[in-house]
């Protein structure tokens, strides 16, 4: 392990914890105020009163210490599923503790004889429940249409493809045409969209809103979007059964805590209003001509902005240098990212609005000169 550190110092892949106070939209960064362009909390909901009221109005207990099939179902999840499901067009929706334990639930859809699809830059989750379950896996391209139907063609019982909806750190949409060639091969389609959800689509139901498309399975987080926390997965009503009686994520694990579900549930009620959306992606069209400009390459047509760096170190570095001048925005390195495309990824809340022009004047100083190389 000493030596594996070592290498990971070495090569500028280390990774150690900063202390991080949010007062949204800063935070204490180790004690130094900064306006935090890192967090995943798009609308800002996290620090909405109404939210917070709502969890505070259900604290009779922090925990119901108990998994949702022995003791844990309370009521409020319950209620919380049917407004998910209803919002999403779905016929159930259930709620997992997180957003990494909602996508292994796929791991559990598939079987020996099955084979999976997953696009190469799909989260991290998703590839551990890849590796559990007892499928073959094919990787496809990114978002590349002939690799995926060639792919699609190899023998398999019951074939699942499986992409994110929005790209967690390319900030792209997938292909409209993922879902018509898993369609047309007969493959259950599932999208993660923990970052499109809630913010995408006329009536802000996600990507498959969005794109116009039919998914199977919506694997989602509420720690996006809703500001709030927990996962769920969004389907027909004979799969959501199958997982209550076969998602090992969902059987052996305590429920979500009530309160939390009572937050989420005020947290969807907001963002169906639409007006936090707006304001958000005004804020990002802003900044990403004002980055383009000023001669940054940024990549994705989303709210998620990666800024192009390619070596690790100076991303390192230009994220510390960007620390001591009030802006915190992490450097993204591999494993994360392929090696040598290292990037910095900066997303913003609907309460960054008033401050867009600040933030461009930090990036217009930045001395991208050797010092940083
Ligand atoms: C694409 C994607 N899926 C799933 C997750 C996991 O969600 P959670 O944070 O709720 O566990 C994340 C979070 O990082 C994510 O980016």
Redesign the pocket.
């Known amino acids: 392990m000493k030596e594996e550190l070592e290498e990971l110092k070495k090569s500028n892949l280390y990774r150690s914890l900063k202390s991080i106070k949010i007062e949204n939209p800063f935070a204490y960064v180790n004690g130094r105020k900064c306006l935090l362009l890192c967090s995943n909390d798009y609308l800002g909901l996290s620090s909405d009163i109404r939210v917070i009221n709502a969890a505070k109005e259900h604290l009779s207990h922090l925990s119901q210490c108990s998994s949702r099939l022995i003791a844990g179902n309370d009521p409020l999840i319950e209620e919380f599923e049917y407004e998910l499901a209803k919002h999403k067009g779905y016929d159930r929706a259930l709620v997992y503790p997180?957003?990494?334990m909602a996508?292994l639930a796929i791991s559990s859809l598939v079987n020996k004889d099955d084979l999976i699809l997953s696009d190469e830059l799909n989260?991290a989750?998703i590839i551990d429940a890849c590796k559990l379950s007892k499928a073959r896996v094919l990787v496809y391209k990114h978002n590349s249409l002939e690799d995926l139907d060639r792919k699609l063609k190899e023998k398999g019982r019951s074939k699942l493809v499986v992409t994110?909806g929005v790209f967690?750190m390319d900030g792209d949409f997938m292909k409209r045409d993922i879902a018509k060639i898993a369609r047309e091969n007969g493959a259950l389609l599932v999208v993660?969209d923990?970052?499109g959800d809630f913010i995408y689509g006329s009536n802000f139901k996600g990507i498959q809103e969005e794109l116009r498309i039919d998914a199977d399975i919506i694997i989602s987080?509420m720690?996006k979007a809703l500001g709030t926390f927990g996962?769920y997965i969004a389907s027909r009503k004979e799969i959501i059964e199958y997982m209550i009686n076969r998602s090992r994520s969902f059987i052996y694990t305590s429920a979500l805590p009530s309160y939390l579900a009572a937050a989420s549930l005020e947290a969807l009620k907001i963002s169906k209003e639409g007006s936090k959306q707006k304001i958000l992606l005004e804020s990002v069209s802003k900044i990403k001509k004002g980055l383009t400009d000023l001669g940054f390459r940024i990549k994705g047509e989303s709210h998620i902005i990666p800024i192009m760096i390619g070596s690790e170190i100076t991303a390192l570095n230009i994220s510390d240098y960007m620390l001591e001048n009030g802006i915190f925005i992490q450097a993204i390195r591999y494993p994360t990212v392929a090696m040598n495309n290292a990037r910095l990824r900066l997303t913003l809340t609907s309460l960054h609005h008033p401050y867009i022009d600040d933030i461009l004047i930090k990036f217009k100083l930045l001395p991208l000169n050797s010092s940083l190389k």
Request: glycine share 14%; hydrophobic share 5%.
């Open positions: 997180n957003g990494y996508n989260h989750s994110e967690s993660d923990a970052h987080s720690s996962g």
